[in-house]
């Protein structure tokens, strides 16, 4: 995934792994070793729009987000989830 849009493998496991804070992804571990880490979406799709975040200019107001429905979508190199 990193070569796939040219950033470094520590800048592409950081965003990762904020990704499945945040509750988007989590890891494969069922796949891949230590070093080649597989990742899946929890839902289908997702989207944001920063103006319906409220707060000042965009900013995140506080709270939660909800939970995500559970519908697996494994993501693999150069091969987007639908």
Not at 29 to 56: F, K
Request: aromatic letters at 6%.
């Amino acid at each position: 995934m990193a070569r796939q849009f040219d950033l470094d493998s520590g800048a592409a496991s950081y965003h990762l792994r904020k990704l499945a804070e945040g509750g988007l992804i989590e890891e494969d571990t069922g796949r891949g070793n230590r070093r080649d880490r597989w990742w899946r979406a929890l839902h289908a799709g997702s989207q944001h729009d920063p103006a319906e975040s409220g707060g000042a200019e965009g900013a995140p107001t506080a709270g939660p987000w909800p939970s995500p429905p559970r519908r697996p979508c494994v993501a693999r190199p150069r091969r987007s989830c639908p």
